[in-house]
């Protein structure tokens, strides 16, 4: 049976790269959590039954299984440990998918360490339970209070991963309008990145217009 210690969360890190699974090793051993790594996401399934309170980070591609299929596969076994996805640029629109199956929250590689770290005890400090996008804050319904309908529009194509060019077709607007309704949406949103910005809006509940192919 795989234990934390001293009242610690384990942190489960899923990645076929050995740098990868060192780095993060290293940035959570060096905030004093116990770190267990797994080179691909099969093992994790065989010893899912061992997994104790943690927060579990798998990275979105991966051979033999992606982290969009553990994500789902943990899930339909019932675990509700927190999932954090890492993902490359340009991933947008399988990153949503992962939070769609379950996942808490994803974050863009490159990433700064900090960003990863405030995501995981993000995800470590959710209601007992709570798994993707079940609950969303009154900070957060205040957030969403402020966007007009039209920023919405556009909100709702970038979680679907389109970009800008092709948002100002769909919504007849020029691309520049587009730039423009994002950067206030961003803000309003306090997102520091478009990552940023799809997880936050799935949490609460918005929607692409489509589901991303």
Known sequence: MLESTAGMPTIYVVDDEPT?????RLLFQSVGMKVVEFDN?????AGADELVAGCLITDLRMPLMSGIDLVKALRERGCRLPIVVISGHGDVKLAVRAL????NDFVEKPFNDQDLLDAVNSALNLPCGVVGSETAGDDMAARIGQI??????????I???RPNKLI???LDL??????AHRARVMQKMQAGSIAELVGLALRAGIAPDRDPA
Do not use: C, F, H, M
């Open 20 to 24: 990868v699974r060192d780095a993060l």
């Open 41 to 45: 996401a099969r093992a994790v399934l």
């Open 100 to 103: 769609k199956a379950g996942a």
């Open 148 to 157: 007009t309908p039209r920023e919405l529009a556009v909100l709702k194509q």
């Open 159 to 161: 979680i679907a991963g």
């Open 168 to 170: 100002a077709r769909e």
């Open 174 to 179: 020029s691309p520049r309008t587009v730039e």
